[in-house]
């Protein structure tokens, strides 16, 4: 059996995110849920998601609510259901809500999410920390929500690599890698605790660039990695060429969750205090996605608190789980989960806030909020 040390440069991230034996992996994962309990503790942190709307001005050629996709039946959350589901969330003692939907950029729309970040904080008494996960937006727009309370913002950056970027976005003039990049920049200028993070096992892409991907979370000091393995939606360019490639067999599904898990093991042994958020499309791939991601490093969970009628309207890929789901039984279905893997839920915290490099090395900071 290998012993696994801590990876350090580029080549040591490539030869962790190329172990594929069995034990080997195992010990990979046990080495990373170590590091996290040594460092962030086994707490799980929950934040609601709200998925409010799926009118996009974007067409990311993997995104099941892209723009041309016009199978899809387009939705606004009315402001009061949005508002309840707010308010749910915080009686039931999740420390933070991510308010997410497809791009808009209109003032109408930057008016309506700088209310909504108001109305939410005050219903809560500014208790309910807030992340916003709305795409790109000039910086004058980011500061304006954060003036209004938000204080967190999840924007991926899907790969680090601009040319296969490139690949996966139409050559418009409108889907730019420097252009995520610069957001990214900005929301660090304003003082927002940023996200961001990659999809995993996308066509393309080879483990020097998810190398690359976790080398960018540290350059740009990330304070919470959400990452999760890539997934088809069939009506979709990268989705429907996966398909007629047969690159979508299940040992190939396989194939993505097993990357998706390495890369949160070895993010977590290459940043011991990142949030590293696991989301869903994990559970996509495989019915115990969430529950390996936890065990492999992770601590965050998003439970789904979007209003049920509209879950089926906002599948970014196919198969996505909780669909038919109210945020009741999420909640319990989550916490049964954690409670399996032995962690416990920091209910009602905002989470620790985890500074990568270089707060890392004065210790843990309290949490800005
Ligand atoms: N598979 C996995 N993740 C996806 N996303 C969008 N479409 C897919 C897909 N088919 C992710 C992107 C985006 C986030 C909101 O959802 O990374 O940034």
């Known amino acids: 059996m290998m012993k696994i040390k801590p990876p350090k ?17 195992q010990e990979l994962y046990d080495a ?8 962030v503790g086994r707490v799980v942190y ?9 009118y996009c001005i974007k067409d990311c050629k993997y995104c099941g609510i892209r723009k041309s996709n016009d199978e899809v039946e387009r939705f606004d959350t009315p402001r009061e259901d949005i508002l309840a589901m707010a308010r749910w969330a915080y009686e039931n003692k999740y420390g933070s809500l991510t308010i997410q939907s497809g791009e808009r950029q209109d003032e109408a729309f930057i008016d309506y999410v700088e209310g909504l970040v108001r109305d939410i ?11 916003l996960c709305v795409g790109e937006q000039t910086e004058e727009t980011y500061r304006r929500w954060f003036e209004a309370g938000a204080h967190r913002y999840l924007l ?8 296969l970027y490139a690949t996966l976005h139409p050559d418009d003039g409108h889907h730019k890698w420097q252009v995520r990049k610069a957001c ?17 096992g996308l066509p393309g892409q080879t483990l020097g660039d ?28 990268i989705g429907k060429a996966v398909l007629a490639s047969g690159m979508d067999s299940k040992e190939e599904q396989k194939r993505r969750l097993e990357m998706g898990l390495k890369m949160i093991a070895v993010t977590r042994l290459f940043y011991p205090t990142s949030t590293s958020q696991r989301r869903r499309p994990l559970q996509a791939l495989h019915p115990l996605g969430r529950e390996l991601g936890l065990k492999a490093g992770a601590n ?3 439970p789904i608190v979007t209003v049920p009628k509209f879950r089926p309207q906002y599948l970014l890929y196919d198969n996505k789980p909780c669909v038919d789901e109210v945020p009741e039984q999420c909640k319990n279905c989550i916490s049964a989960r954690v409670a399996s893997v032995g962690d416990t839920i920091g209910f009602g915290q905002l989470g620790r806030f985890a500074a990568l490099f270089p707060s890392q090395v004065k210790g843990f900071e309290p949490t800005r909020a």
């Not at 929950?46 to 799926?54: A, M, Q, T, W």
């Not at 991926?156 to 040319?163: D, K």
């Not at 990214?184 to 995993?200: A, C, H, N």
Request: proline share 4%.
């Open 156 to 163: 991926r950056i899907e790969t680090s690599n601009p040319a």
């Open 121 to 131: 904080k005050e219903l809560s008494d500014g208790k309910l920390g807030l992340t």
């Open 184 to 200: 990214l920049e900005s929301l660090r200028r304003i003082g927002y605790q940023v996200g961001t993070g990659d999809m995993i």
């Open 32 to 39: 990373a849920y170590a590091v996290k309990a040594e460092n």
């Open 9 to 25: 440069t580029r080549d040591d991230l490539i030869a962790l995110l190329s172990l594929t034996e069995p034990d080997d992996l």
């Open 300 to 302: 965050v969970l998003m």
């Open 46 to 54: 929950y934040r609601g998601l709200i998925e409010f709307s799926n």
């Open 210 to 237: 998810l190398a690359d991907d976790i080398l960018l979370y540290r350059d740009m000091d990330i304070d919470m990695i959400g990452m999760g393995p890539y997934v088809v939606h069939h009506n979709t360019p």
